[in-house]
């Protein structure tokens, strides 16, 4: 069975308080609820952290997402199932979390641009940082899938 490393929450709260700061200003963005959770639901998926797939999954049935969407989030481009702006949200998605890679090309800005303002897309891509810090949290010190119940936070900061 995995055991975790650490609770990297107790050891460092004031980073998790900056952490959850992050999402905090993402999750109260303005944008859809919806499109967050399959935000990060597939970097979670390119960055192959299970726990937060195991959470994002879970908010996302629990907010109403259909298993057929996400069952193929993976591969969304090959599928109907997704709006234009999700699919150039998601299209943001695999580049930023993959910016070692892409650098971000200017198409997939240009897409991105057509279907989100300014502020959005920096909100967006806020969220996309945020994800990817805590698929980094979550690897790296081996948070264990399969605990996290929808509306409790898994690493609550020591007052």
């Excluded at 390119?46 to 907010?63: E, F, W």
């Excluded at 910016?99 to 959005?120: M, N």
């Excluded at 698929?135 to 509306?151: C, E």
Aim: glycine share 6%; with cysteine.
């Amino acid at each position: 069975m995995m055991q975790p490393r650490l609770v990297y929450g107790e050891v460092a709260p004031d980073g998790l308080k900056a952490m959850l700061g992050l999402e905090q200003y993402a999750r109260h963005s303005g944008l859809e609820h919806s499109l967050l959770e399959l935000v990060k639901t597939r970097a979670s998926q390119i960055n192959g952290c299970g726990y937060c797939l195991d959470m994002h999954t879970k908010d996302a049935r629990a907010a109403g997402e259909t298993e057929q969407r996400l069952y193929t989030l993976s591969v969304w481009h090959e599928t109907p199932f997704f709006t234009e702006r999700e699919r150039a949200a998601l299209a943001w998605t695999e580049a930023v979390t993959r910016v070692a890679e892409s650098q971000v090309p200017d198409t997939v800005y240009e897409q991105a641009r057509k279907h989100f303002s300014e502020k959005e897309l920096v909100d967006l891509t806020l969220a996309i940082v945020a994800i990817n810090g805590w698929n980094r949290l979550a690897i790296s010190f081996r948070s264990v899938p399969g605990s996290y119940q929808v509306g409790q936070p898994q690493v609550k900061p020591k007052t």
